[in-house]
């Protein structure tokens, strides 16, 4: 199976930053990788889906890059509303997740 | 529109069984891939399998095969995700998920609010 590893697990930022969250395929999966957003106690969210196609009705502020082994996804200009952990996923069986980066205020 | 209804919150002792449901409504049952996904409490998420209510058609992630069972039922669009004999370590929240297919791009687009499952003697 592919492993799906994401860098950092844990990031503090402020409001109004700008942050980068990297996934690294253990193989070359060309573009298919998705990313969620979850906040507590709640489901998780799709905010880009192929690499780099937002979501329908996510903000413009999310954007994600990358193909072969390595992604990013790029929050600019953070609002308090994006403190969240983010996951990215494999978009072919078995849809392995990224272990989680926790996006948290400095 | 699109929604995704898991029953409600169980408690089970081990070794009991338990079936856990995804009710769907506003899109077509038959047409897409219903997945299942395990977050531990405090951990990330841990893709289970999926079922295709059409085709009746069922893939397990290697960790979970055998030791859950996915199914549907058709006629009340429903999914289900089931245990014969609950362990300790099945203690989760488990969520069900529709897997969107756009020109081969694939997703989980709609989730269901997700069902606690506690289990402890």
């Known amino acids: 199976d592919i492993q799906m590893t994401q860098s950092p697990s844990s990031l503090s930022a402020s409001v109004g930053d700008r942050v980068t969250i990297t996934c690294r395929a253990s193989?070359?999966?060309?573009?298919?990788i998705n990313w969620y957003q979850q906040k507590p106690g709640k489901a998780p969210n799709l905010l880009i889906y192929?690499?780099?196609s937002l979501q329908s009705g996510v903000p413009s502020r999310f954007s994600g890059s990358g193909s072969g082994t390595d992604f990013t996804l790029t929050i600019t200009s953070l609002q308090p509303e994006d403190f969240a952990t983010y996951y990215c996923?494999?978009?072919?069986?078995?849809?392995?997740f990224g272990q989680g980066t926790k996006l948290e205020i400095k | 529109e699109v929604q995704l209804v898991q029953s409600g919150a169980e408690v089970r002792k081990p070794g009991e069984s338990l079936k856990i449901s995804c009710k769907a409504s506003?899109?077509?049952?038959?047409?897409?891939?219903i997945g299942w996904v395990r977050q531990m409490p405090g951990k990330g998420l841990d893709w289970m399998g999926m079922?295709?209510?059409?085709?009746?058609?069922?893939r397990y992630s290697r960790s979970f095969q055998g030791q859950v069972t996915i199914s549907a039922d058709k006629s009340i669009s429903t999914a289900y995700l089931q245990w014969s004999s609950l362990k300790a370590s099945d203690t989760a929240v488990y969520y069900c998920?529709?897997?969107?297919?756009?020109?081969?791009?694939?997703?989980?687009?709609?989730w269901g609010q997700g069902t606690p499952v506690t289990v402890s003697s």
């Open positions: 998920a529709r897997r969107r297919n756009v020109f081969g791009e694939l997703a989980l687009d709609y």
């Open positions: 192929a690499a780099s």
């Open positions: 079922m295709h209510p059409g085709e009746s058609d069922t």
């Open positions: 996923q494999h978009s072919y069986s078995p849809f392995n």
């Open positions: 506003g899109y077509s049952f038959t047409n897409y891939w």
């Open positions: 193989q070359s999966i060309s573009r298919y």
